[in-house]
Each structure stands twice: as structure tokens, then as C-alpha cells.
């Protein structure tokens, strides 16, 4: 019952997205004055076939979980937001498609109308479905029946993760050792069918046999982080199975087109962000002394020194503030050396607590992204002493350009520990593609509105 109810949610999400924008550019075209209509906007209602064509086509692509006809656990967000884009496209070139089929009806619509909300219902079905999956999730509506089998750090990490997991919908109901036969009976006896191994893989297939007897999907979760795991696929040879991994960063075609992706990209946004390059400048003069722009020294590609443009955020003698607080406060300066990162720094103005809380302060960094020393979305850059810090990962995080936001940033941003941020780091180089980096700016965005995770 939870797992269809999950589908029927999901489905219901999809069908009120592309109905709900198709309400709303039907009526701002009118509104607007534009085209010529003979019929009431009512007519549009003809075309509720292609709701149906939608969520048929997101069927075909796997895209609800929770039915025995589909996979238990769901892809991942940054496929979902590809394979939604692709179905809401495709719609939209069927209703097109159909129209010119069908000559005597196609002088009544408004193909500016129809390409217009496919653009939007490929933008917002994502979002939609975020919110549908955060009240499945608030009211424990939903929610897929798991249980977690493996040692005992792996277990509880993982049920963690899924207890604060809107997105996956899973709610565990059981945690095992590494035994079957405590894992068997338990299962049966709850009425669990989905079955999540954190064990090691010679365990698991020892296992196997007893495990297929009862479980109609097992999950199997390998402890390692750094996996590139985005673009992989199952492979087989003679019964020998494994993983196909894709280094999508080693592809040339691939650099360019993140390259170009970027320009495009931060042209768009200095554009948009045009008149806060005309206020803040004006603002931070008048609240505070000193320059209007700061230039932070970082690390680049491969080690190579950067300055980093932000609005100023700091008083003028900010370093001098800096020493005396954590020469008189072992806390503060334990925190400091922890994350190079205070709750309540002493350097920052008012106004640049505003700048920051809202990372205003960080539209600058576009200059960066013309000048070729950053990217958009990237790992954050860093500086000499954090180097440390990462470790053996240093020259995978170094052998990307650093950018304005990045898989950090939309994770929560200072709310994770630093081990966290190199995990992410590490996992977004390992794990790029263009449709990884649209999924962040989307969080991104989200995290800066609600002013998530900032300081």
C-alpha cells in the first residue's frame, strides 16, 4: 500500500506540473495580448492526452519507484532531472507533431504556447515532485518498507541517511548483523521484500542463494565513496558480472562542452545579476571603509595560485580582529582551525553578513569564469593550508577548475563537516556530467533563497 500510494504521488506530481503550466502560459499569453485566438483558452483542454503521454513516457523511463514493475530505489536526482527533461520534451514534440497531422485544427494553437510550456514543465517537474516527496516524508505517507543488513557502523550510518532521505523514500523497519538467519525470518515476519546490504561482497554472495528466496529486490551498497559511479552500467561477460565506469572528465568533447556551458552560463548571469552590480558597489562604499572588491588569493587547476573577485564583506584591519579573538578564545580559535570558518566572525560588517548569509558577496567570482580561472560549478577553491585536509584526494579535487557554487554548496554548505565537503569534492570530479552541473545550480539556488547552510 505505502509503495503504490509512493507511485500514485509521483504520478499525480507530474500530471499537476504540466497542467498547471499549461494553465498559466495559456492565460499569460492571452493576458498578454499575443496571437489570435478564435476559441476560449477551454480549448487547450483538448490536448489532455498529452498528460497522459507524460507520465506514460516516465514509466518508460523508470522514473516511479515503489511498484513491483519498477525498481524499488530511485535513480539518481541528476538522471531523474535528465530523463524528466527528456520526457518532457518528447511530449511536446508529439503534441506538435500531432497538431501538424491534424491541419484543421492547428490555425487554433499557439505553437509559442506550446513550446513555452514545454520548456517550463521540463524546468519545474522536478521541483514539483521535491515538494510531493517532502510531504510524503513530513506525514510518513509513502514510504517504502526496508530492511538494512550488514556491520554495525555501515548500518547505522546508512539508516541515518535515509531517516532525513525525502528524496529515496525509504523507512527502515529492520537492522541485521551479518547473519541471513536472523535476516529471514524478521523480513518474512514484517512483510518486507527490499533488502539493503552494506556487507562485504564475499559475504553477500555466500548469502545470495538464501537471500533471493524471499527478497524481490536487494540493494547492494559498497563502502567506498569516491565511486564514479554517474554513467555506469552493468556489464556481463559470460556470467562474469561487474560495473562499466565512465571517466567523463578524460573525454575531450565533454571538457569543451563544460567549458562552453560555463561562458553561456555566467553571461546569462551577470546579465540577471546586473543591477546588484550596481547597488552593492554603492552600499558596501557607503557602510565601510576600504575598497569595494576583495580579492581572495586561492588555489586554482592543478595548485596554480588565483585571486578570487567577492564584493568586500570585511572590515580593513579584519586579520588584526581575527588574532585578537583567537588569542583570547580557545574555543573560537579550535573552531577556526576545524573548518577556517567562525559562526560569528568578528571580521565581517554587517552589511557583509547580509552579502553572505545570501552570497551576494560571491557574484564576482563571474569575472573569475571570463577569465578562464574558475568554472560555475565546481569544487570550491581552497587555500595552501587546507591542502592537508584532503589528503590523497588533493589531486583528484586539483585537477578540475574551481567554482563559484558546487556540489558543496548544495549539500548545505556549512552545515557539513569538512570531511563531508572533500567527499563531495571528490565525488563531483569523479562523477561530472553537464546534467550534474544544471542539478546544483537548481540546488544552489534553492540553498541561497532559503538561506540554507551560509554564514
Not at 26 to 51: I, M, Q, T
Not at 149 to 161: C, E, F, L, W
Not at 225 to 231: A, D, Q, R
Request: with cysteine.
Amino acid at each position: 500500500g505505502q509503495m503504490r500510494a509512493r507511485v500514485v504521488a509521483l504520478m499525480a506530481a507530474d500530471v499537476v506540473c504540466m497542467a498547471a503550466v499549461w494553465a498559466f502560459v495559456v492565460w499569460a499569453y492571452r493576458a498578454a495580448g499575443l496571437g489570435h485566438y478564435k476559441f476560449g483558452a477551454e480549448f487547450y483542454l483538448r490536448l489532455w492526452p498529452s498528460a497522459a503521454a507524460f507520465v506514460a513516457l516516465n514509466v518508460l523511463f523508470r522514473l516511479y519507484h515503489g511498484n513491483i514493475l519498477y525498481p524499488a530505489a530511485p535513480v539518481s536526482p541528476v538522471e531523474e532531472l535528465r530523463r524528466l527533461v527528456c520526457s518532457a520534451v518528447l511530449t511536446h514534440v508529439g503534441v506538435i507533431a500531432y497538431l501538424a497531422l491534424a491541419y484543421q485544427t492547428t490555425e487554433h494553437y499557439s505553437r509559442a504556447v506550446i513550446v513555452l510550456s514545454g520548456v517550463l514543465t521540463a524546468a519545474f517537474a522536478q521541483p514539483v515532485r521535491d515538494l510531493v516527496r517532502w510531504s510524503l516524508h513530513r506525514f510518513g505517507v509513502g514510504e517504502i518498507p526496508v530492511v538494512l543488513a550488514g556491520p554495525g557502523d555501515a548500518v547505522r550510518r546508512v539508516s541515518a541517511t535515509l531517516a532525513h532521505d525525502a528524496y529515496t523514500g525509504f523507512r527502515v523497519v529492520g537492522t541485521f548483523t551479518d547473519a541471513a538467519e536472523e535476516i529471514l525470518p524478521a523480513s518474512r515476519r514484517l512483510g518486507v521484500r527490499i533488502l539493503l546490504v552494506c556487507q562485504d561482497d564475499r559475504l553477500l554472495r555466500r548469502q545470495m542463494t538464501a537471500f533471493i528466496a524471499w527478497f524481490t529486490h536487494i540493494e547492494y551498497l559498497p563502502s567506498a565513496e569516491t565511486f564514479p559511479v554517474y554513467g555506469a552500467q552493468p556489464v556481463s561477460f559470460d556470467g562474469i558480472c561487474g560495473l562499466e565506469m565512465v571517466n567523463q572528465r578524460r573525454m575531450g568533447a565533454l571538457r569543451v562542452e563544460k567549458a562552453l556551458l560555463d561562458k553561456m552560463l555566467a553571461v546569462g548571469a551577470f546579465v540577471g545579476l546586473l543591477p546588484f552590480f550596481l547597488v552593492v558597489p554603492l552600499l558596501v562604499k557607503l557602510t565601510s571603509r576600504g575598497p569595494v572588491f576583495y580579492r581572495q588569493a586561492r588555489l586554482g587547476k592543478n595548485g596554480r595560485p588565483i585571486r578570487v573577485w567577492k564584493f568586500r564583506s570585511m572590515y580593513a584591519d579584519a586579520e588584526v580582529r581575527l588574532a585578537r579573538l583567537l588569542a583570547a578564545d580557545p574555543a573560537r580559535r579550535a573552531e577556526w582551525e576545524a573548518n577556517f570558518k567562525l559562526a560569528d566572525d568578528p571580521r565581517v560588517t554587517p552589511l557583509g553578513r547580509f552579502l553572505r548569509k545570501t552570497s551576494i558577496d560571491e557574484f564576482p567570482q563571474l569575472f573569475n569564469v571570463f577569465a578562464g580561472d574558475m568554472a560555475l560549478v565546481g569544487p570550491r577553491p581552497i587555500v595552501e593550508k587546507e591542502v592537508p585536509l584532503y589528503g590523497a584526494a588533493y589531486s583528484t579535487f586539483a585537477s578540475v577548475e574551481p567554482g563559484i557554487t558546487g556540489l558543496w554548496q548544495a549539500s548545505g554548505r556549512s552545515d557539513t563537516d569538512y570531511a563531508r565537503r572533500v567527499a563531495l569534492d571528490t565525488y563531483y570530479v569523479l562523477n561530472w556530467s553537464p546534467w550534474l552541473d544544471l542539478w546544483i545550480m537548481k540546488k544552489t539556488f534553492a540553498a541561497v533563497l532559503f538561506m540554507r547552510g551560509a554564514r
